[in-house]
T-cell receptor
Framework: QKEVEQNSGPLSVPEGAIASLNCTYS??????FFWYRQYSGKSPELIMF????GDKEDGRFTAQLNKASQYVSLLIRDSQPSDSATYLC?????????????FGQGTILTVHP | DARVTQTPRHKVTEMGQEVTMRCQPI?????VFWYRQTMMQGLELLAY????????DSGMPKDRFSAEMPDATLATLKIQPSEPRDSAVYFC???????????FGPGTRLTVT
């Protein structure tokens, strides 16, 4: 089992719809969860982080965390074509890892007009 | 506008040649990460440093890869000798303190023929 798994995608949604990106992780000791967006040919860009159970909203983005189920998700409301990118879920490694993150394989999102 | 810088942005070399990639972390950041990204493997952590000391280089092929931080403003990743399977995009990222937030540079696209 991979340490961080994301729904395989690719995910295609129409403009204006809600895009739902999912991620599960294996280490119950993980405390910090991140979503990165990566446009084709560009570097990953941090867009959201969440540390506590529940929802965290930032504009059109909502991160949801359920530590009991070891599940984190990213919802994008009113999806725009400019949201088309690969979304990477990242989770802190356990122990004394000093900032080390484990990344999922990414989900490709396409928002079509 | 604080950002991570990487040089060169592109490198084409022949098998057996030495390759050196450089990274300047965001000023004040004390943790530096080297990643490799390929379509097949996704984003893999090669090595990382905290306060210039190497913390983990278990992701690196030790026989050909080496990573150093000569000073707080410069991190280097060297491959000697390079092989075609080393072709990938190499990213440097930096972070600060106990935070797990990482900020990525633009990457070096390496092609080994």
């Amino acid at each position: 089992q991979k340490e961080v798994e994301q729904n395989s995608g690719p995910l295609s949604v129409p403009e204006g719809a809600i895009a739902s990106l999912n991620c599960t992780y294996s280490d119950r000791g993980s405390q910090s969860f991140f979503w990165y967006r990566q446009y084709s040919g560009k570097s990953p860009e941090l867009i959201m982080f969440i540390y506590s159970n529940g929802d965290k909203e930032d504009g059109r983005f909502t991160a949801q965390l359920n530590k009991a189920s070891q599940y984190v998700s990213l919802l994008i409301r009113d999806s725009q074509p400019s949201d088309s990118a690969t979304y990477l879920c990242a989770v802190n490694a356990g122990g004394t890892s000093y900032g080390k993150l484990t990344f999922g394989q990414g989900t490709i999102l396409t928002v079509h007009p | 506008d604080a950002r991570v810088t990487q040089t060169p942005r592109h490198k084409v070399t022949e098998m057996g040649q030495e390759v050196t990639m450089r990274c300047q972390p965001i000023l004040g950041h004390n943790t530096v990460f080297w990643y490799r990204q390929t379509m097949m493997q996704g984003l893999e952590l090669l090595a990382y440093f905290r306060n210039r000391a190497p913390l983990d280089d278990s992701g690196m092929p030790k026989d050909r890869f080496s990573a150093e931080m000569p000073d707080a403003t410069l991190a280097t990743l060297k491959i000697q000798p390079s092989e075609p399977r080393d072709s990938a995009v190499y990213f440097c990222a930096s972070g600060f303190g106990q935070s797990y937030e990482q900020y990525f540079g633009p990457g070096t696209r390496l092609t080994v023929t």
